[in-house]
């Protein structure tokens, strides 16, 4: 299971922090990902993280303002926001593939979701 947390109302130009923390499966076992979905849109990749932590990719729109990175003593995958614009306003999501991906952008491709956090960036 993955719980998805952190969202909220930031101004344009502020923080977040996202948290996905999981259960029942160690996140050292999967590649895990970072998704997510504005009104009236398709789900879009944001950013991954591979099994070991050592490769992350990222959307080009969220280069130098996101970060990926875990926390494996709390099984857990956070995702900095920085420099909000309202584009960025969406339900995130957290996801899980097969640790055999490096990185992979495909949604189909993840197996296990979390039930997502609302972020609101107002302009």
């Known amino acids: 299971q993955l719980q998805a947390s952190g969202g909220g109302l930031a101004q344009t130009g502020g923080s977040l922090r996202l948290s996905c923390a999981a259960s029942g499966r160690s996140i050292n076992n999967y590649l895990m990902g970072w998704f997510r979905q504005a009104p009236r849109k398709e789900r879009d990749f944001v950013a991954s993280i591979n099994w070991n932590g050592g490769t992350t990719y990222y959307a080009d729109s969220m280069k130098g303002r996101f970060t990926i990175s875990r926390a494996i003593a709390k099984n857990t995958v956070y995702l900095q926001m920085n420099s909000l614009d309202p584009e960025d306003t969406a339900v995130y999501y957290c996801?899980?593939?097969?640790?055999?991906?490096?990185?992979?952008?495909?949604?189909?491709?993840?197996?296990?979701w979390g039930q997502g956090t609302l972020v609101t960036v107002s302009a």
């Open positions: 996801a899980a593939a097969p640790m055999t991906y490096a990185y992979t952008k495909n949604p189909t491709q993840y197996n296990y």
